[in-house]
């Protein structure tokens, strides 16, 4: 069985940082793009940061410069540091990872984690 699990969310002052970690677990060849994509009540879910295999990375344009990304291949980990934090990033946090089971018969693509809360207050 292959699933991703997030951890790190919580309640942070305005200003604060905050960590997220991501774990794809299971039976896995490969792990190509992995990120971490937001939801607000309301909204629509959005891209936040996203790193390729390979490192290169991209972020949304509102948290560049206070956000970082980084991965762990050998651990099939993927981090989200989160500094400067401002109300408007409360969210609700999912990890994405697009994942190459062993198995042929399990299935290949983009896995989602169950999403970890993220609360900044003013």
């Known amino acids: 069985q292959v699933q991703v699990i997030e951890s790190g969310g919580g309640l942070v002052q305005a200003g604060g940082s905050l960590r997220l970690s991501c774990r794809a677990s299971g039976r896995i060849f490969s792990i190509d793009n992995m990120g971490w994509y937001r939801q607000a009540p309301g909204k629509q879910r959005e891209m936040v940061a996203e790193?390729?295999?390979?490192?290169?990375?991209n972020y949304l344009h509102s948290v560049e410069g206070r956000f970082t990304i980084s991965r762990d291949n050998a651990k099939n980990t993927v981090y989200l540091q989160m500094n400067s934090l401002k109300p408007e990033d409360t969210a609700v946090y999912y990890c994405?990872?697009?994942?190459?089971?062993?198995?042929?018969?399990?299935?290949?693509?983009?896995?989602w984690g169950q999403g970890t809360q993220v609360t900044v207050s003013s």
């Open positions: 994405n990872a697009d994942i190459r089971p062993l198995s042929l018969l399990v299935r290949s693509g983009p896995y």
């Open positions: 790193t390729t295999s390979g490192g290169d990375t």
